[in-house]
Structure formats: structure tokens, C-alpha cells
């Protein structure tokens, strides 16, 4: 055997190079939870452990809580009237006991009260939620008793005139023509509607115009008896009148020419037809 010094083989040492920087590992608060639960979609909305911890305490305050299914869209009305019980409708319309506050020297109207609580039940509300609607209703109708009857009389009689001098000779026809609108067509109820300013709907002059503009369409195009029960006198306005004389002046028509053999014609239908207008 050789004498020679024997040395162990030495680790190689690693050449020291430049520090490679290290990505942080992004921690998941999922890989706590049990695997067969991780991926339920309840956790979708979960960022981290407080955010679960949150959820948790809100859904332990509803244990034992009430709870009201709301039905679908097929869901009949038995089904909706369960729910409403639910949510604190009383058994009966007449338990609602509602309050009407009403204006000194006024009546309550009992056959109204009885027709609101009727209502109020079949639309499922709480006696609170009948009582708020109750009381905005005498607030707004109260307001209205607040008008003062004489500008509303006023603000009548200014429409009518205004109506009168429009229609002239036909006012009488035409308010028969929209009568017999609202009668075939309508209801003649809708007519006493109640404004704002105090007029019925039936009141307003520009209301009024628009059905009469509809019966004379009918009676005009469609024939004169299509509004069952309106007989009129056929008498016409100023500008149906100024038409008819423009009709019968207008140059080029036998008014203009003394020979024409309905010259006569034309002169005495231009001239009653003035006389019409001038009253």
C-alpha cells in the first residue's frame, strides 16, 4: 500500500452566483376546508376567512326565524293569499281598523271605508301598509275639499264660453255628439273624475273638443246614425260657416259670373251663409 496521504473527497462547493428572487406562494383559504366540500357554490363569493366567518354569523341570526317562500310565476291566488297571512294580513277585512282623518263638518262614508278595507285585504296588505294608504288618501282628498269652489265655478264657466263661441249655432249639437260618444263608447261615469284644480274631467274644454272631434268622425265618415240615440238639428260652426261662404265665393265659381245659370244659386247660399256668421 502506497503512503501517500489519503484525502477524502471533498463536497464540491457550489459557485455562488446572483440570488434568484422567489415568487411568493398565494395562499387559498379553500385548502382548509374538507375536499368534498371545497368546490360547493355557496363558497363563490367568499374571498377569505373573514368574509366566511361573516356569512356564518348572519346565517345562524336566521335560524328559527320566519321564513316566506315566494311562489312563482304559476303560483295561484291561494298561494299568494298564504304569504300575505304570513306577512301580517289580518284574518278579516273588518280588523283592519282603520282611521280617516276628515275635515271638521264632513261624514265619514262608512260604504267607502267598507269598500277600502275590502280592497286592502284582497290586495294582501298589512293593517300598516293600509293605514299609510288610508292616510295619504284623506290628505289628498282633503286638499281637494281646500279649493275654492268659486274659481273652480269660474274656470267652468270660462271653458263653456270658450266652447260656446267655437262652436257657435252647433255648440247644443255638439255637446249631444260627445254625450252620445262617452255613452256608446265609454263610460259616461269617466266624465265626473275629479282634477286637480277642482273641474271634472267632463269640464275641461280641451277633453270635451277631443270627443266631440271623435262623434263627428263617426257621424261624418261613417254615417249620422252611428251614435245610437244622438239626433242633432245639423246646425255648424263658424269655420265649418267660413268654409262654406270660401266654398261658394271662391274666384272661378258662378258667384263671379252673372250669366252662369247657378249665379243666383251661389249668391243666396254665400249670403245665408253670412248671415249665419254675423248672427
Not at 275629479?194 to 272631434?213: C, F, S, Y
Request: no cysteine.
Amino acid at each position: 500500500m502506497s503512503e501517500e496521504t489519503q484525502v477524502a473527497d471533498a463536497p464540491a462547493v457550489e459557485e455562488v452566483g446572483q440570488a434568484t428572487s422567489v415568487e411568493p406562494v398565494q395562499y387559498d383559504w379553500r385548502s382548509e376546508i374538507p375536499e368534498e366540500i371545497r368546490g360547493h357554490k355557496s363558497f363563490e363569493t367568499i374571498q377569505d376567512i373573514p368574509s366566511l366567518a361573516k356569512s356564518f354569523v348572519n346565517a345562524q341570526s336566521m335560524i328559527g326565524a320566519d321564513k316566506v317562500a315566494i311562489p312563482g310565476k304559476h303560483a295561484t291566488d291561494d298561494d299568494w293569499s298564504a304569504v300575505y297571512d304570513k306577512l301580517g294580513r289580518p284574518a278579516k277585512a273588518e280588523e283592519y281598523n282603520l282611521a280617516s282623518s276628515i275635515k271638521e263638518g264632513q261624514q265619514v262614508d262608512q260604504d267607502m271605508m267598507d269598500w277600502f278595507g275590502n280592497t286592502a285585504h284582497k290586495a294582501g296588505l298589512t293593517p300598516r301598509q293600509a293605514q299609510v294608504l288610508m292616510s295619504d288618501f284623506n290628505e289628498m282628498n282633503n286638499s281637494r275639499f281646500g279649493l275654492d269652489e268659486s274659481k273652480v265655478l269660474a274656470e267652468v264657466e270660462k271653458g263653456s264660453l270658450e266652447l260656446q263661441k267655437e262652436y257657435g249655432a252647433a255648440f247644443e249639437d255638439r255637446m249631444k255628439v260627445g254625450n252620445g260618444v262617452l255613452s256608446q263608447f265609454g263610460q259616461p261615469d269617466i266624465a265626473e273624475i275629479q282634477l286637480a284644480d277642482g273641474r271634472r274631467l267632463g269640464d275641461h274644454p280641451e277633453v270635451i273638443k277631443m270627443i266631440v272631434n271623435v262623434g263627428q268622425y263617426i257621424t261624418q265618415k261613417i254615417g249620422e246614425d252611428s251614435l245610437e240615440g244622438v239626433k242633432t238639428s245639423g246646425a255648424i260652426g263658424p269655420q265649418e260657416v267660413q268654409a262654406k261662404i270660401k266654398e261658394y265665393t271662391d274666384p272661378g265659381t258662378p258667384y263671379w259670373d252673372a250669366k252662369h245659370p247657378q249665379h243666383s244659386f251661389y249668391v243666396e247660399e254665400a249670403m245665408k251663409y253670412r248671415e249665419m256668421l254675423n248672427g
